[in-house]
């Protein structure tokens, strides 16, 4: 799987929108991008996935450069529940090929 | 949907016992589930995959005879915990892929924090 690089942390202010990037230089043309996000003491929430087009669903919106060299995360009104370290993953999403690294994420802090 | 149900939460028990973990897909059938550990201030590290009715595929320095993998139907994986030390104090997720389509995410239990005394 291709190294994926985010920032170690962000802050947010809540009713914002949190933009958070990510870059998977290396990656290559059959690897989607996951990105899932963790609240303390919980397990990995799954966000959004894509190959290459913009992808938005009920959390949030996925847009990936047209080189797919990164990408980011949008959160568009950003509240305190918001509050986690995000993954971003860079996959092949088949078989046995789907398993996912996990790096260091990105830790948000959405603020009042 | 995709409900991944973890059982038991949080396990302590004493030195040299083993522990089952439980890990269940509640409205999916998942051919293929993941294993992982995640210790204090760390990230996820992936243990093993396991697909229903074959052997599970260990990742590098993971111990397959002490942490045995069963993946018996396509909603059930459990993972045994055999002769735990304190060192195996750890949070462990599971989590499951749906075998329809190339590309669905997985989704993740909410974890079992395992304390070995």
């Known amino acids: 799987d291709a190294k994926t690089t985010q920032p170690t942390s962000m802050d947010c202010a809540e009713g914002r929108a949190a933009n958070l990037p990510c870059n998977h230089s290396t990656i290559s043309g059959n690897e989607y991008v996951y990105w899932y996000r963790q609240i303390h003491s919980q397990g990995p929430q799954y966000i959004i996935h894509?190959?290459?087009n913009n992808e938005t669903n009920e959390m949030a919106s996925l847009i990936i450069t047209e080189d797919r060299k990164s990408s980011t995360l949008i959160l568009p009104h950003a509240t305190l529940r918001d509050t986690a370290v995000y993954y971003c993953?860079?996959?092949?999403?088949?078989?046995?090929?789907?398993?996912?690294?996990f790096g260091t994420g990105t830790r948000l802090q959405v603020t009042l | 949907g995709a409900v991944v149900s973890q059982h038991p939460s949080w396990v302590i028990c004493k030195s040299g016992t083993s522990v089952k973990i439980e890990c269940r897909s509640l409205?999916?059938?998942?051919?293929?589930m993941f294993w992982y550990r995640q210790f204090p201030k760390q990230s996820l590290m992936l243990m093993a995959t396991?697909?229903?009715?074959?052997?599970?595929?260990?990742e590098q320095g993971v111990e397959k005879d002490k942490f045995l993998i069963n993946h018996a139907s396509l909603t059930l994986s459990t993972l045994t915990v055999t002769s735990a030390h304190p060192e195996d104090s750890s949070f462990y997720i599971c989590?499951?892929?749906?075998?329809?389509?190339?590309?669905?995410?997985?989704?993740f239990g909410d974890g079992t924090r395992l304390s070995i005394l």
């Open positions: 409205d999916f059938q998942a051919t293929t």
């Open positions: 396991s697909n229903e009715g074959s052997k599970a595929t260990y």
């Open positions: 894509g190959l290459k």
């Open positions: 993953i860079a996959s092949r999403g088949t078989g046995t090929a789907s398993k996912l690294t």
């Open positions: 989590s499951a892929r749906s075998f329809q389509g190339s590309n669905q995410p997985q989704h």
